[in-house]
Nanobody
Framework: QVHLAESGGGLVQAGGSLRLSCVFS????????MGWFRQAPGKEREFVAA??????????NYADSVKGRFTISRDNAKNTVYLQMNNLKIEDAAVYYC?????????????????WGQGTQVTVSS
C-alpha cells in the first residue's frame, strides 16, 4: 500500500517562495512517476508539475502557469519528491496534492495517478 505525505505548505507573501515535500512509502519509489496537482476553492483540480520515473532520467513536465517559477525534483534515496515554488502569485493559492503514477511517466493527466496524498495548504497574501 502506497502512502504519500505532503508537507511544507503555509502562508507566504506574493513574490515569496515555498518548498513542498512529499514522502513516498510502501513500494519502490523509483518506478513511479510523481506529480503535483492543486485545487483552489470553487475550482477544479489542476495539474502543476510532474517528474518521470528514475529510469526515464526523471523527465519533467510543467503547467504553463508555473513554468519558470516552479521546479519539481526527486530524491530517490529519500523517497521524496519536492516542489520548489518561487515568485508565488495570489493565484497560486490552493491545496497542493502529491500523486504517484504507477505507469512511471509522470503525465499531466490526473487519471493516470493512482495514489494521492492528503494535501497541504498554500496561502499567498498580497
Amino acid at each position: 500500500q502506497v502512502h504519500l505525505a505532503e508537507s511544507g505548505g503555509g502562508l507566504v507573501q506574493a513574490g515569496g517562495s515555498l518548498r513542498l515535500s512529499c514522502v513516498f512509502s510502501g513500494l519502490s519509489f523509483g518506478y513511479f512517476g510523481m506529480g503535483w496537482f492543486r485545487q483552489a476553492p470553487g475550482k477544479e483540480r489542476e495539474f502543476v508539475a510532474a517528474i518521470g520515473w528514475s529510469g526515464g532520467i526523471g523527465r519533467t513536465n510543467y503547467a504553463d502557469s508555473v513554468k519558470g517559477r516552479f521546479t519539481i525534483s526527486r530524491d530517490n534515496a529519500k523517497n521524496t519528491v519536492y516542489l520548489q515554488m518561487n515568485n508565488l502569485k495570489i493565484e497560486d493559492a490552493a491545496v497542493y496534492y502529491c500523486a504517484a503514477d504507477p505507469g512511471g511517466w509522470g503525465t499531466s493527466s490526473d487519471g493516470e495517478y493512482v495514489h494521492w496524498g492528503q494535501g497541504t495548504q498554500v496561502t499567498v497574501s498580497s
